[in-house]
């Protein structure tokens, strides 16, 4: 192969390899991070624990498990949520991410919850029937009862503080909808993850 054409091809290489570069995530950004049991639902009669895991290469994986008392014991729905990581960036006082939802998935834990679930008349079931127990089904882009979810594919913003063993967003796990700057949180929500793996 002549010199030009060696030449060449490393070029497109390193060119190839620049324009596929994941986002470099800070190490204090990465492994598994774990809340409290959170109240949450009408007088926070249920609770909600919220798993976290961000690898170096931007995936972010999650499973908020819902249980039937804010004491978190009985399961009763669990949502698996996977995104990318395509931005990071430092402002003054928080990490500026912008991440691209891959899927968003829901699974109940009690048939009398599935039976909820497939009730027309309740919004919990994301307009979905033919719910079956501990079987995933995907929700991105519906509405399940409160929460409007984005669709796969689509690019959303969040802001992280993070601070020693913890990290808080500005609207992740209770707000699924910033797409503009206007909408990005100025303040740490009071959801707060804590280290639990590395």
Not at 10 to 22: G, I, N, Q, S
Not at 40 to 65: E, N, Y
Not at 77 to 101: C, F, M
Not at 170 to 188: F, H, I, M, N, Q
Request: hydrophobic share 40%; charged share 20%; aromatic share 8%.
């Amino acid at each position: 192969m002549r010199p030009t054409a060696i030449a060449l091809c490393l070029a497109l290489t390193v060119v190839a390899a620049e324009t596929r570069a994941e986002p470099v995530v800070p190490a204090s950004l990465q492994g598994e991070w774990t809340t409290d049991c959170l109240p949450i639902g009408t007088a926070g009669r249920h609770g909600m624990i919220t798993r976290l895991v961000v690898d170096g290469s931007g995936q972010v994986s999650a499973w908020s498990q819902v249980f039937a008392s804010n004491a978190c014991r009985v399961p009763t729905v669990q949502a698996q949520y996977r995104s990318q990581l395509l931005d990071l960036q430092e402002d003054p006082e928080a990490l500026r991410i912008t991440h691209r939802i891959k899927s968003i998935l829901l699974k109940t834990n009690r048939d009398e919850v599935t039976a909820v679930y497939n009730d027309p008349e309740t919004a919990a079931g994301c307009g979905l029937t033919g719910w079956q127990t501990h079987i995933a089904r995907p929700v991105d882009g519906r509405s399940c009862s409160v929460f409007d979810l984005p669709e796969a594919g689509e690019t959303l913003l969040d802001r992280v503080w993070v601070d020693g063993n913890g990290v808080a967003f500005g609207a992740y796990p209770l707000k699924w909808s910033v797409r503009t700057e206007d909408d990005l949180a100025k303040v740490p929500s009071a959801v707060r993850f804590y280290r639990t793996g590395y």
